[in-house]
């Protein structure tokens, strides 16, 4: 059999179902070779930046890894910012790279660059298949080490000459991953260290979401009875309402949960990934912390670990719970929840009233709008950490936001992920006009898939994150604004609606008509009051 068939048959073997990506010569065997596949959709995108996006968001909601696909040198370079977003967010993504043959990788030769050390430090492993027989192992042990805690991106290239091959050898068969657990001494060791102490608060990160450990928690903690705070990439965890949900941490700037963790005598830090906050920002007092994780702490002198559970969140947790986990009643100082509401502007929406047209109005409304199903996803920039504060999703994974690599341009094709992931569930995303024009053209790709989701483009002609930094630093700001196009316009071009929002009242009334008949793409174009 052909290599790129047996690679193909791999894939299929490991239960992909999209592939996404542009061809080049390099790469045309296996895009023939994926052509014949009745199980896996071949998703021709516009920029291979926005393949690795979708790839990306695809990982992390679809419970499978995420692949793209693309030709050698520019490419490889373009895929480099989504490979690199799906590893500092731990998402499992493979990425399928053509290369020149072996022939001419020892001379100067068009576009000839060593992909696989380009993408060393910026995956969890990048290999180039060197013989065509390995292909199964190679393509086995890929998804393996992407999948494997913490997930992560994985690049594999395939030199040209190897294309064609003819090989044996099929597909190895998966094999589900391991699931370890603390010993009972030290599961025992660390209810001991919780009936010590007074006041624990909980440190919730995404890891819970990529465990699958959510009731689980949220039996620990109705157990436990201690407060608790989510990382962004954690958010909807706790239910918004839950009396011990202390919503979110790890902003630059009015981080207001701080003060109530300086309370506490113990962080129990469950899933958390540094990459989204250092602990010099939210333990400067060095509280002794009680790290549960599926692997061992990393070394830091803000991170003082008193024991350590490592292993699979769910069961680990499901241990704690069994082991009599005793209770420790405590909130922090009276009205720091309300204080946290009042700050992160989480008050509700007043139909009737004038309100101003602002981020938190805007986020008001669509909390108003969103049920359990619906995704929203967000991009980079101010509005991201208005996102992070003021809305609160109604369940795990319901808010999507990329706070490792932090790229903007993730939300237009992470809508695309999104919706080929969760085909039946609303899908809304929110991008700066910045960003928004990062990926624009992946519009015309969800157009011609036929999906339906809505884009909020948050007009205000500014990288408004980089004025705000430039005028607090300086006192003024240079080279971060810009003119934009006519975004209506735009999208009709596109052959999607357009519909542009002024006021409050406007926004409203065309969100609750779009989401309440979602069959194409909708552009709401969001003129921010400056
Ligand atoms: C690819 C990339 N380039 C630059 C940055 C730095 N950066 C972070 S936010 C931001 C501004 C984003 O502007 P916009 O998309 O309009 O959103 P806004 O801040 O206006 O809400 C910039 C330039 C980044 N995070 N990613
Ligand atoms: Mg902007």
């Known amino acids: 059999m052909k290599v790129t068939d047996v690679l193909v048959h791999c894939l299929e073997n490991e239960g992909v179902e999209y592939v996404f990506g542009i061809v080049g010569t390099e790469i045309l065997d296996l895009a023939k070779s994926l052509s014949k596949s009745t199980q896996i959709q071949y998703v021709n995108v516009r920029h291979e930046q926005g393949a690795a996006f979708m790839a990306d968001v695809y990982g992390r ?56 050390k380009m993408f060393e430090p910026a995956t969890k492993w990048s290999a180039q298949i060197n013989e065509s027989q390995t292909t199964p192992v190679v393509i086995r042990k890929a998804f393996k ?56 608060f909980v440190i919730v990160g995404n890891g819970v979401i990529r465990q699958e450990a959510v009731l689980e928690l949220l039996t620990f903690i109705e157990s436990l009875q201690s407060p608790v705070t989510h990382s962004f990439m954690a958010k909807g965890v706790l239910p918004k309402e839950h009396p011990l949900n202390f ?9 207001v949960v701080l003060p109530g963790l300086k309370e506490a005598d113990l962080l129990i830090v469950i899933g958390f990934d540094f990459v989204e906050k250092l602990p010099k920002d939210w333990n400067k007092k060095k509280l002794p912390v009680l790290h549960i994780d599926p692997l061992p702490a990393e070394i830091n002198e803000y991170y003082p670990v008193e024991l350590e559970l490592v292993g699979n969140l769910k069961k680990t947790l499901q241990l704690l719970i069994q082991a009599a986990l005793p209770t420790k009643s405590w909130v922090p100082l009276s009205g720091l929840k309300e204080q946290i509401k009042t700050v992160y502007k989480m008050g509700p929406h007043q139909p009737g ?94 157009k011609r898939l036929g999906l339906s989701f809505i884009i909020l483009v948050l007009n205000d002609s500014m990288l408004k994150l980089e004025v705000e930094q430039m005028n607090k630093k300086f006192g003024e700001n240079d080279g971060a604004t810009f003119q934009n196009p006519d975004f209506v316009q735009l999208a009709a071009s596109f052959g999607v609606t357009g519909i542009r929002a002024r006021n409050l009242e406007e926004f409203d009334h065309i969100l609750k008509q779009s989401l309440h008949s979602l069959t194409d793409i909708i552009l709401i174009d969001v003129v921010l009051e400056k």
């Open 61 to 116: 909601l679809s419970n499978k890894v995420g692949v793209c696909l693309s030709t050698l040198g520019p490419g490889a370079t373009n895929l480099l910012t989504g490979i690199t977003s799906a590893q500092l967010d731990h998402s499992p993504v493979v990425a399928l790279i053509g290369q020149a043959g072996m022939e001419r990788h020892h001379k100067e030769s068009h576009q000839y660059i060593d992909i696989v």
């Open 145 to 200: 080490i992407a999948k494997m805690e913490k997930p992560g991106s994985v690049t594999i290239t395939l030199p040209e000459n190897f294309a064609t091959q003819m090989i044996a050898e099929m597909a190895l068969p998966v094999t589900p991953l391991p699931e370890s657990v603390p010993v009972t001494e030290t599961i025992e060791a660390a209810i001991n260290l919780i009936k010590k102490k007074l006041k624990p």
């Open 247 to 255: 919503y979110t941490f790890g902003f630059k700037e009015n981080d």
């Open 353 to 446: 009233t004038t309100l101003p047209f602002s981020i938190e109005t805007i986020l008001h409304c669509l909390e108003a709008h969103t049920t359990e199903e619906t995704i929203v996803i967000s991009d980079v920039g101010s509005h991201k950490d208005s996102i992070a504060r003021t809305y609160q999703p109604k369940g795990p994974n319901r808010l999507i936001i990329s706070n490792g690599l932090a790229s903007m341009g993730i939300a237009i094709p992470g809508a695309i992920g999104a919706k080929l992931a969760c085909p039946h569930n609303p899908v809304i995303c929110i991008t700066g006009d910045g960003g928004a024009l990062m990926n624009f053209a992946e519009i015309e790709t969800a």
